[in-house]
């Protein structure tokens, strides 16, 4: 997979983050060390535990993992 090595997320892995945004679809925004993630079904101020499900240059989206 060609993706920048700058992203301090990766694919398949959970990260504990806050949804600091919502965007304009609906979806949560979280940022981890600054890198932009996606969670859709997530609003803002939301402590959540998630797994990132796809990886981008510039942005990831994650899903909520059930806890």
């Known amino acids: 997979m060609a993706i920048s090595m700058d992203a301090?997320?990766?694919e398949g892995k959970e990260y504990?983050?806050?949804i600091d945004a919502?965007?304009?679809k609906g979806d949560g925004i979280a940022h981890y060390e600054g890198f932009v993630i996606f969670?859709?079904?997530a609003k803002v101020g939301?402590?959540?535990k998630i797994k990132i499900t796809a990886l981008r240059?510039?942005?990831a989206i994650g899903e909520i993992?059930?806890?």
């Open 46 to 48: 939301d402590k959540v």
């Open 16 to 18: 504990e983050v806050t």
């Open 22 to 24: 919502q965007g304009s």
């Open 39 to 41: 969670i859709p079904n």
């Open 65 to 67: 993992v059930p806890s």
């Open 8 to 10: 301090p997320v990766e």
């Open 57 to 59: 240059r510039t942005f």
